[in-house]
């Protein structure tokens, strides 16, 4: 069995403070989130119609394909707002706080 003679190798742990900074980036990185899957529901959602006006044209040469991306389109924007409605109830949760 081998013994653990010195810990001098190891560096202890530091917890950086809680300041508002940290709140702010905080707050910054959920904008930037939401923002980014916004953006991701807005082009899957311009993937489902382009592959809708591929099928009405004929150039679409798999149907499978279509509906694929018309579902991505759905659940994805299906999610968004749920998401929103979670974050609305949320709010309305703490609006109704006492102080």
């Given at each position: ?75 994805s924007l299906r999610m968004l707002v749920q998401l929103r409605n ?14």
């Amino acid at each position: 069995m081998t013994t653990i003679n010195s810990l001098e190798g190891i560096t202890p742990l530091t917890l950086k403070p809680t300041g508002e900074k940290s709140i702010q980036s905080t707050g910054a990185d959920f904008a930037g989130m939401f923002k980014s899957m916004i953006e991701k529901v807005n082009d899957s959602q311009a993937a489902g119609e382009q592959a809708i006006q591929k099928l009405h044209s004929g150039q679409a040469t798999h149907l499978h394909e279509v509906m694929i991306a018309v579902e991505e389109a759905d659940v994805s924007l299906r999610m968004l707002v749920q998401l929103r409605n979670r974050a609305q109830t949320a709010y309305e949760e703490i609006m109704r706080m006492q102080v």
